[in-house]
């Protein structure tokens, strides 16, 4: 039995600043030679089919590194949204970034808000990058706007479920990732997507990011299409639906 390939992929991109270090190079270094592979899975899963492909860049809790990383992450971030779009763009891909951007300098923001404009109606790939995100947030922040519309009688308290908190959340509407990936080796999730990857495979890889390549993202899906998803059914019954 074999899974077919996963529609939705997210992607802890971890292990840029030992990656300069082991180099003898400043962790920046690291993040400009993350970019490079960015670039390259970006343009595998178009190649692959895969329907949404998201990225964690920044956390909620990356604030917390020396001013000097964060300003420089800033400044990355910034041009390579500038130099990447109209290639994104070209290439059908839709881009949007998640996250509290209201902490971002607002010329960061607008320039976010003009590239979802400008690849708002592509089809080929949903690329979601996620900045100044947290999982907690995220749901934090859903359940406030289904608070309001409670508040404003749009909404009663028994008719909240998951599907309408769902609908709150920065990815709503999109496939759930069905394949998580994590390089660097940590095995944890840092507080990603945490409503999102409740059934999602995980995969692990020691590698860094920067030389996360497309022969290793392949190995990652091929293992994800050798699983059994059960989703709490046992494997006889998964079997026997197949
Ligand atoms: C991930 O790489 C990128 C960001 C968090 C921005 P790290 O910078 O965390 O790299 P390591 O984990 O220190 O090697
Ligand atoms: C998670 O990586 C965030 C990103 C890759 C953007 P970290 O390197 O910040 O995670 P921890 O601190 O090791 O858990
Ligand atoms: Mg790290």
Known sequence: MHNPNPRHIAIIMDGNGRWAKK??????????????AVRNIVKACVERKIEVLTLFAFSSENWRRPEEEVSLLMKLFMSALDREVKRLHKNGVRLRVI????????????????????????????LNIAANYGGRWDIVQ???KLAQASVDGKISV???DEQQLEQHLSLAGLPEPDLFIRTGGEERISNFLLWQLAYSEFFFTKTLWPDFNI???????????????????TGEQVDSNA
């Not at 920046?28 to 490079?36: L, P, Q, R």
């Not at 509290?100 to 790939?125: C, G, V």
């Not at 290793?216 to 998803?229: G, P, V």
């Open 23 to 36: 180099r003898l190079m400043p962790r920046f270094t690291g993040h400009k030679a993350g970019v490079e």
């Open 99 to 126: 996250g509290d951007l209201s902490a971002f300098p607002e010329k960061l923001q607008k320039q976010i808000e003009a590239s979802h404009d400008l690849t708002k109606d592509n089809t080929l790939l949903q």
């Open 142 to 144: 859903a359940c406030q």
């Open 158 to 160: 028994d008719e909240i």
């Open 215 to 233: 022969a290793l993202f392949d190995e990652a899906i091929a293992s994800f299409t050798k699983r059994q998803r059960r989703f709490g059914r």
